[in-house]
């Protein structure tokens, strides 16, 4: 219940909408209730939706990665809440901003002559 909360679905039949025509808000209640217990599809498929892992929506303790940087944990977020068009493009996009020598130059502190010789790029 928690999970389906904090990912947005207030209601067990928000969530059962959300999931299609193989779920309902009873089964759901069922889930929850530990009355019935889930299929690894049905695991899969709401761990997907919920943006969690199958730990998290097991009750297991979960120890998610921490970042130094806070930037690279918002950023981390920022990205699971993206549709799956949207995480390919700013994939596209990262991707072209890690190849482009005069970014890393900047970043590393070399010249962009260093960094195209030790990327092998010319």
Same mark, same amino acid.
């Given at each position: 219940?928690? *999970?389906?909360?904090?990912?947005? /679905?207030?209601?067990?039949?928000?969530? =059962? !909408?959300? *999931?299609? $025509? !193989? /779920?309902? @808000?009873?089964?759901?209640?069922?889930?929850? &209730? +530990?009355?019935?217990?889930?299929?690894?599809?049905? =695991?899969? &498929?709401?761990? $997907?939706?919920?943006?969690? #892992? *199958?730990?998290?929506?097991?009750?297991?303790?979960? %120890?998610?990665?921490? /970042?130094? &940087?806070?930037?690279? %944990?918002?950023?981390?977020?920022? /990205?699971?809440? *993206? $549709? @799956?068009?949207?995480?390919?493009?700013?994939? +596209?996009? =990262? =991707? #072209?901003? #890690?190849? !482009?020598?005069?970014?890393?130059?900047?970043?590393? +502190?070399?010249?962009?002559? !260093?960094?195209?010789?030790?990327?092998?790029?010319?």
């Amino acid at each position: 219940m928690r *999970l389906r909360k904090e990912a947005g /679905y207030k209601s067990r039949k928000a969530l =059962a !909408d959300a *999931l299609g $025509d !193989d /779920y309902s @808000e009873r089964r759901i209640k069922s889930w929850e &209730d +530990g009355v019935r217990m889930l299929s690894l599809k049905q =695991a899969c &498929d709401i761990a $997907d939706l919920l943006h969690c #892992t *199958l730990d998290e929506l097991a009750g297991r303790d979960f %120890q998610p990665v921490s /970042y130094s &940087d806070p930037r690279q %944990q918002a950023l981390n977020h920022s /990205y699971s809440l *993206l $549709d @799956e068009k949207s995480k390919g493009e700013l994939s +596209g996009l =990262a =991707a #072209t901003m #890690t190849a !482009d020598p005069s970014r890393l130059a900047a970043k590393s +502190g070399q010249g962009v002559e !260093d960094v195209v010789d030790e990327e092998g790029a010319a």
